[in-house]
């Protein structure tokens, strides 16, 4: 069996799972740095999706990464699709909390009234680009991953 490039055990995955952690801990971060989030529930949707991300990339990408040092690729079907749903369901979320947070600074940009300082909203701006970037990625684990399981 050929491996899938971005297939749970290659080092492609492990890119994947590491982009996913940096980009969901940036969009963490940014969101974090204002003190203001809490006063908006998407802010705080995409602070408790971005706090289920980090985790889950995170423990793939050790998981990929001692694949990769002892090139041994899972492949446990049982174990492949809980990845799987893992990913669809985070990606879901994930999705859901960076456009709830877009169209949130786009209606305090857009208001007649200042409700959003500006040095707020280009955090909250960055904080959802980087949700969406972490979407992006999770996604595409959760194809590569889908690829590879009837085969298996």
């Known amino acids: ?9 290659t080092s492609a995955s492990f890119s994947l ?39 889950w990339s995170f423990t793939l990408a050790v998981v990929d ?13 049982g174990m492949l699709l809980i990845i799987v749903l893992g990913d669809w369901v985070l990606s879901t979320l994930t999705l859901a909390a960076a456009c709830s947070t877009a169209s949130v600074v786009d209606l305090l940009l ?26 992006f990625l999770t996604m595409a684990s959760s194809l590569f991953n889908l690829w590879l399981l009837p085969s298996l």
């Open 1 to 9: 069996m050929d491996d899938v490039p971005g297939s749970v055990g």
């Open 110 to 135: 857009r208001a007649d009234g200042s409700y959003c300082p500006p040095k707020f909203c280009s955090r909250y701006q960055i904080s959802a680009a980087m949700a969406f970037l972490s979407w």
């Open 65 to 77: 990464g001692y694949s990769v040092l002892v090139k041994c690729p899972i492949r446990q079907p």
């Open 17 to 55: 799972r590491l982009g996913q952690t940096i980009f969901s801990s940036a969009s963490l971060l940014f969101m974090s740095l204002g003190v203001e989030f809490y006063s908006y529930t998407a802010f705080c949707y995409l602070v408790t999706i971005m706090g289920l991300a980090i985790p």
